[in-house]
């Protein structure tokens, strides 16, 4: 009876070896669906919070991008968007920015700019705001200039927005990425080189390069501004 115990075992090991690994994800996504699904539905039927529910929406509409379902996402992940931004909370906010970006979808792009807007803006978790400017990175041509303003300010906040472990991971992360948009740039390969390409491109002071990142978002969003940028910056506690 062991012997056959152990042979059953191994033919169900080998036989979940042999499905594809994007199969087994998928199933897990979709199993996953189903329970936040479930979830949502129950709480729209009570008096629930509106944030549990714009945070459990937001759940879903990740699940269903994971899914390549952006169409039944991107209306979930715009009321998580809309409830976080009237009720200041945005670092979820511009999270769900992050995921109506991944929907590529007609607006993906200028959810893209308004995150990068909000990330730059609000003291919000400095891991997210790296991740949204390497969006910007990886949707510029080679030879533009917009890859290098999003990678030297991804640097310069890790520096200035993080501590400890998270601080040491980002630099690292931030410095390699500047690295390799120099060298695609300009075929920079040397510290020398970095530091003079910086000072051509005008990448050492804050005040200016700034500037050009807010030319860079204002590029991504055209006029499709989703809320009042003056009117948010007045509710922030440090304006």
């Known amino acids: 009876m062991m012997q056959f115990d152990l042979l059953a075992a191994r033919l169900a090991e080998t036989a979940h070896d042999s499905i594809p690994s994007p199969v087994i994800e998928s199933a897990a996504l979709e199993s996953h669906l189903e329970v936040l699904i479930e979830h949502l539905q129950r709480l729209e039927r009570t008096a629930a919070s509106p944030h549990c529910l714009a945070d459990l929406r937001l759940q879903v509409a990740r699940t269903l991008v994971g899914l390549e379902r952006c169409e039944d996402a991107w209306p979930l992940g715009r009321a998580a968007f809309d409830y976080f931004i009237a009720a200041d909370e945005f670092e979820l906010a511009a999270d769900a920015c992050d995921i109506l ?73 931030a410095t390699q990425l500047l690295g390799s948009v120099a060298r695609r740039h300009s075929g920079i390969d040397s510290p020398e080189q970095l530091d003079h390409w910086m000072e051509r491109l005008e990448l050492k002071e804050p005040e200016k390069f700034l500037v050009r990142l807010r030319n860079v978002v204002d590029v991504l969003v055209q006029d499709n501004w989703w809320f009042d940028r003056e009117a948010l910056q007045d509710r922030l506690p440090f304006a």
Do not use: K, Y
């Open 101 to 173: 970006f991944q929907a590529n979808l007609p607006d993906s792009i200028a959810a893209l700019g308004q995150g990068i807007w909000l990330a730059v803006t609000c003291p919000i978790d400095p891991e997210l705001t790296v991740e949204l400017l390497s969006h910007v990175i990886d949707e510029t041509p080679d030879n533009a200039d917009g890859a290098a303003v999003a990678a030297t300010t991804a640097l310069f906040l890790a520096d200035v927005r993080s501590q400890g472990q998270q601080r040491e991971d980002l630099m690292f992360f």
